[in-house]
């Protein structure tokens, strides 16, 4: 039984997790996994009429009552300055020390990438993006702030603990799915310090894996390299923002942003899964949000709680769905997203 947690959060948010849901309901009718699922109200909606962005209490029943959690997206223009989306995202990534962002990307239909006309083999890229560290943790302030003189600092932290936690989780997955290679990204020639722990420590723990191909590069050339020979990348090992960074670009070269799903994982502890898009304020109730980053998420909430069957079974389902042209407009074609959402449903269902 997989007791899952529903933050549907705000914009298109909603939107993308009612079409996971439907799935994850598609697959318990196919008798490939057993779940309970409960909806929470949290996002800008539930903080405007109650000023709580996430209790206590909250945090500690989704630590306690849940195996997983499945959410949509946070983020709010009525919210400027975001802190419902910080405490929310960022704060259940830290507070739950989920300290792996796992970000595939992989050409599911050649035609949709921008690089379909290269004579390249198709992208098949999985980031390691550093989740509790970096500039995310909100150290630092403002003096004089709104003066012309004003001052802003921002503080971006690596620690020999947090970094080697993350880049053996890269190698031991290389290791484990048969991946050729490891790549750090960093930029240790203009940010010593930070950069220079994060290449020490790469180096050392690749020296324990002597079966993995390791390469430390600078992440400005790595993202031209990405762009003119993705092949050469297999799993990329990198710190908070870079890796936020460069798994959007991935992303995008995979085939859009509305197919790229991630798993927030602390391994044999909780977890969390969200599409790597954001909340999408500019086309919420249109019907034109693409669910299948959401779908692919609970695919690997599915991988991850043990149900291979129901993960694969819904991955077929997308790659069936986009091979049959029942696409949303984001990747050339006309379904609303529930549309969508009910073709992969029915899909999984039906195996
Ligand atoms: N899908 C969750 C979401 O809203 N992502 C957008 C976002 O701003 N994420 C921040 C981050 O991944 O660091």
New binding site residues.
């Given amino acids: 039984m997989i007791r899952i947690a529903l933050i549907p959060?705000?914009?298109i948010?909603p939107e993308v997790v009612r079409e996971g849901r439907r799935v994850i309901e598609a697959a318990v009718r196919a008798g490939l996994v057993e779940v309970t699922m409960e909806e929470f109200p949290h996002g800008a909606d539930h903080l405007l009429s109650t000023g709580e962005t996430l209790s206590d209490e909250t945090f500690a029943r989704l630590r306690d009552e849940f195996d997983a959690i499945l959410?949509?997206?946070?983020?709010d223009p009525r919210v400027p300055d975001n802190r419902h989306?910080r405490d929310i995202?960022?704060g259940l990534r830290f507070r739950l020390d989920l300290f792996i962002?796992f970000r595939p990307a992989t050409v599911r239909l050649a035609e949709l990438s921008p690089l379909r006309d290269a004579e390249h083999r198709p992208l098949d890229i999985e980031v390691f993006r550093e989740n509790t560290e970096g500039f995310?943790t909100g150290s630092g302030g403002f003096l004089r702030q709104g003066t012309p003189h004003e001052v802003a600092i921002s503080e971006s932290f690596a620690t020999r603990y947090g970094v080697e936690r993350i880049v053996r989780a890269a190698f031991e997955h290389a290791r484990t799915r048969g991946r050729p290679r490891v790549t750090l990204a960093d930029k240790a020639n203009a940010v010593p310090h930070v950069y220079g722990l994060w290449r020490r420590v790469f180096q050392e723990v690749a020296e324990e894996y002597p079966d993995v191909e390791s390469d430390a590069r600078y992440v400005d050339a790595l993202a031209m390299q990405l762009v003119r020979v993705p092949e050469q990348f297999s799993v990329i090992v990198t710190e908070?923002l870079l890796g936020?960074i460069l798994s959007d670009l991935a992303a995008e070269l995979a085939g859009g942003m509305g197919l790229a799903p991630?798993a927030n994982l602390n391994p044999g502890r909780h977890a969390l899964y969200?599409?790597?898009?954001?909340?999408a304020p500019d086309i919420v109730g249109t019907g034109t949000a693409n669910p299948v980053a959401t779908i692919l998420s609970v695919a690997l909430l599915f991988e991850h709680a043990g149900a291979e069957a129901a993960a694969r079974r819904v991955e077929e389902a997308v790659d069936a769905s986009l091979a049959a042209g029942i696409r949303t407009p984001d990747v050339g074609g006309t379904a609303t997203t529930s549309e969508a959402g009910i073709w992969i449903a029915d899909h999984v269902a039906r195996g």
């Fill in positions: 959060g705000d914009g948010g959410l949509g997206a946070v983020g989306a995202l960022l962002n995310y908070n936020d991630s969200e599409p790597v898009h954001g909340s």
